[in-house]
């Protein structure tokens, strides 16, 4: 057990990731999926800021969160490593911008951000390898975000290795309609199969092509259920975009622009920026 001190305020922007392609490949006999797809790192941010105290605290600002303390992932990574470290009290304050549940991984970023940010404000060496072993613990695509680079991702979400596709010149509109998926019916009218494309190729493709091949495995049955994500894609291929796709399980839909778009006529939750 490490105690160490540090005085300094810390912090975070913590971004998301749309998943490129995502494609349910075969059951496991652990009961999980083997899956590929592309993580694409983004920059929608929460906020998080670490300071010193006199008793550690977990302070939720923006987005509600209607979860205990107890089961919210940020305060279960600093719960990780203050298992392994003697760390001094701080106040954890984080600000919710991108929506939860929405197949953008920002709880996931968030439980990530933590991990890095101890490791910074205490000096605590950890090594990135380390920390994405801590960060496996908190849920399946958590290491990504560790270093939050393109990955290629394979296992149950688990392998990640490195993936050279570049987006940097195109403009992404991500629009969340603040529904919640369950898992029984993101499932519903999955069959696992090996695609006829390897998503590692990407990085060779016309992204105008990609509308033909790049498919996420659970548009058919979420769409069964939820017409109007349907409906959210084609406008935003209506509007303009190169390539549209649901991300994760849901429930935001996100289009590939080459210039900026304007914003779409719409109530939902909606993000435009220009992806690194």
């Not at 969160?65 to 992932?73: A, C, F, G, H, Q």
């Amino acid at each position: 057990m490490l105690c160490l001190y540090q005085t300094s305020i810390v912090i975070s922007f913590p971004g998301c990731k749309i998943n490129i392609g995502l494609n349910i490949i075969s059951k496991r006999n652990d009961g999980f999926h083997n899956l590929q797809s592309i993580f694409y790192p983004v920059s929608w941010s929460d906020v998080i800021e670490v300071n010193p105290s006199t008793k550690t605290q977990l302070f939720n600002y923006g987005t509600s969160l209607k979860i205990k303390k107890e089961d919210n992932i940020v305060w279960k990574a600093y719960q990780l490593i203050k298992n392994d470290y003697n760390l001094n009290p701080i106040h954890i304050h984080l600000l919710k911008n991108v929506p939860n549940g929405a197949g953008l991984g920002g709880g996931s970023a968030d439980g990530s951000s933590v991990l890095n940010l101890l490791n910074s404000k205490f000096n605590l060496n950890i090594s990135n390898y380390k920390l994405e072993d801590y960060a496996a613990t908190l849920g399946s695509d958590c290491p990504f975000f560790i270093n939050n680079i393109p990955r290629l991702v394979t296992g149950r979400g688990e392998i990640l290795k490195p993936s050279s596709l570049s987006l940097k010149e195109y403009y992404l509109y991500i629009v969340h309609p603040e529904i919640h998926i369950s898992t029984q019916i993101a499932f519903s009218d999955i069959k696992p199969e090996k695609p006829n494309s390897n998503l590692k190729d990407l990085v060779v493709e016309d992204i105008k092509s990609w509308k033909n091949y790049v498919i996420n495995d659970f548009e058919k049955s979420v769409f069964k259920n939820y017409s109007i994500l349907e409906l959210i894609k084609n406008q935003l291929y209506d509007h303009g975009a190169i390539y549209a796709s649901m991300t994760g399980t849901g429930s935001s839909m996100y289009g590939l622009f080459k210039e900026k778009p304007k914003k779409m006529d719409s109530k939902h939750i909606s993000w435009i920026g220009k992806l690194n």
